[in-house]
């Protein structure tokens, strides 16, 4: 057997913000990951949930039931290197290939809490910024819905506007939040929504075949 350490990615301090003061050290610290060469990316986040399982429930106000169905576990997490995402599907994905392909001396997980109801994720100069769960059908790309007063704009992880406006200079602001942060906003899309998945090609999205 092997040892890897995993480290939970800072990046879920931008998202996650109501959890104790235990919760957030229990995120932030290493853990020791045994592994050998049959071991799975199945094997690796289930593991993470048995680690993580008190907040699991705890935040997404669940029950023991349903944090390993598969369609969660794949949703919950994702492996990152440094700023950039590592963009793995397959969960019978061997740890050990990954290691090697990608020269990993550490594995850092992208963790995305799974929630039926998504929600909002930013509030900035009186812009809420939600990404719904239930987005099938609603519109093709990835998106953002920022309401600022009364009003509503849904803006497209690559800027463009698909539906309604707010006041201009805001909808500027708007578009250039999403788009300095698009890589990230488009992992949380992937895995907490049950949309179309896609990733980044330059500033492309493009669409993820027979996810």
């Not at 480290?7 to 235990?22: A, Q, T």
């Not at 392909?101 to 812009?127: A, H, N, P, T």
């Not at 600022?148 to 006041?167: D, R, T």
Request: aromatic fraction near 12%.
């Amino acid at each position: 057997m092997k040892e890897i350490e995993i480290r939970v990615h800072n990046i879920w301090k931008k998202f996650i913000s109501r959890l104790s003061e235990e919760e957030q050290k229990k995120l932030n610290r290493k853990v020791i990951f045994q592994y050998d060469s049959k071991t799975t990316l199945f094997d690796l986040f289930k593991y993470l949930n048995s680690e993580y399982e008190d907040i699991i429930i705890n935040f997404e106000k669940s029950d023991i039931r349903k944090i390993n169905y598969k369609r969660t576990i794949r949703s919950r997490y994702r492996i990152c290197q440094g700023n950039k995402y590592i963009y793995v599907y397959d969960l019978k994905s061997k740890i050990s290939s990954l290691i090697q392909l990608f020269k990993l001396d550490k594995i850092e997980i992208f963790f995305s809490f799974f929630s039926e109801i998504g929600g909002k994720i930013l509030e900035l100069k009186g812009m809420q910024f939600y990404m719904h769960s239930k987005e099938q059908g609603k519109h093709n790309l990835p998106h953002i819905h920022v309401k600022y007063q009364n009003q509503e704009v849904v803006i497209s992880l690559n800027g463009n506007v698909l539906a309604g406006k707010i006041k201009g200079k805001m909808q500027r602001m708007a578009i250039n939040v999403i788009l300095n942060d698009k890589e990230s906003l488009l992992l949380k899309w992937n895995n907490m929504t049950d949309g179309e998945k896609f990733y980044f090609r330059k500033t492309e999205l493009i669409r993820i075949e027979g996810y």
